[in-house]
């Protein structure tokens, strides 16, 4: 049972919480245009459980096109598959276990919200292999990582409008900025390997791109916010956030600290849910 709750990375809840925040960014941006209801808590809910099983999922399905990859990579080296501990037959049926579980939880929203989590499957099952062939497998990420903002749009509205779609692009920055971060620990193992990534190809221009991509996801939460009601002090309640992910990187130069800074993103997420919660009571 251990090894299967590693192969889930149960025991490492970032990762569902880092898919889980920007599905709780969407649902709290909703309170801007609709009462709060006993059915916003359950859709929360519902994206909660989701996330756990959807990243429990993508890190199953990591693990098996990459097996081969992490045994020559010392972070991953000991993972289940890699090792045998588990074998690829018992790893695709917990994979469709999951994903049934995960389409049980989709089929209670609206036709829309079906259609377009439907949509993105291709992208998912991409992303594993991106990394061998473009430097930008952070983009790939972002795109998957944060559609349940959209997804979450839509479960309780019919149209798209300007300030979701700004919230989905400042999400996918965020996880560019703290998947490069995340990057960093691997850098010296992927070049061995041939492995591609951001924090490879910008090399000593990493920690300028990292001050650039949080200030541009800033810029673009602030943007979406505003479209939603005109409230000036998000500019100040945002600064928190933002000043403390830039001393963090700062930090992190001459630390080497990587995971730390990585999973000091999921606080940043928190931050940033309770400020867009914010701007509903305050109005």
């Known amino acids: 049972m251990k090894n299967y709750i590693y192969l889930m990375r149960l025991n490492k809840p970032t990762g569902f919480l880092l898919l889980f925040w920007p599905c709780s960014w969407g649902m709290a941006y909703?309170?801007?245009?609709?009462?709060?209801?006993y059915q916003w808590f359950y859709y929360l809910f519902l994206f909660f459980a989701g996330s756990i099983l959807m990243r429990s999922a993508g890190c199953i399905y990591n693990d098996i096109v990459d097996k081969e990859i992490d045994k020559k990579v010392e972070r991953t080296k000991n993972r289940p598959l890699a090792t045998g501990k588990i074998n690829l037959r018992n790893a695709w049926i917990l994979i469709l276990?999951?994903?049934f579980f995960s389409l049980i939880i989709l089929f209670q929203f609206n036709n829309k919200t079906i259609l377009f989590g439907l949509s993105v499957i291709f992208i998912v099952l991409l992303y594993p292999f991106a990394k061998r062939f473009t430097y930008w497998p952070q983009l790939i990420l972002g795109i998957v990582f944060n559609f349940g903002i959209i997804l979450s749009w839509l479960s309780l509205n019919e149209?798209?409008?300007s300030g979701i779609i700004l919230l989905y692009l400042s999400g996918i920055m965020w996880t560019v900025g703290y998947d490069t971060i995340y990057a960093l620990q691997?850098?010296?193992?992927?070049?061995?390997i041939g492995v591609k990534s951001l924090a490879l190809l910008l090399d000593k221009k990493t920690y300028r791109f990292l001050y650039i991509i949080y200030t541009a996801q800033i810029f673009l939460l602030i943007s979406s916010l505003l479209l939603a009601n005109n409230f000036s002090v998000i500019?100040?309640?945002?600064?928190i956030p933002y000043l403390l992910i830039l001393r963090k990187i700062y930090l992190m130069k001459n630390l080497?600290?990587?995971?730390?800074?990585?999973?000091?993103?999921?606080y940043f997420g928190f931050l940033i849910l309770l400020i867009i919660l914010s701007v509903r009571i305050y109005n």
């Open 30 to 37: 909703n309170l801007n245009f609709l009462p709060i209801s």
């Open 97 to 99: 276990i999951l994903c």
């Open 159 to 161: 149209n798209f409008i």
């Open 186 to 192: 691997d850098v010296v193992d992927d070049k061995k």
């Open 235 to 239: 500019l100040f309640l945002l600064s």
């Open 256 to 266: 080497k600290n990587y995971l730390e800074v990585f999973q000091f993103n999921n």
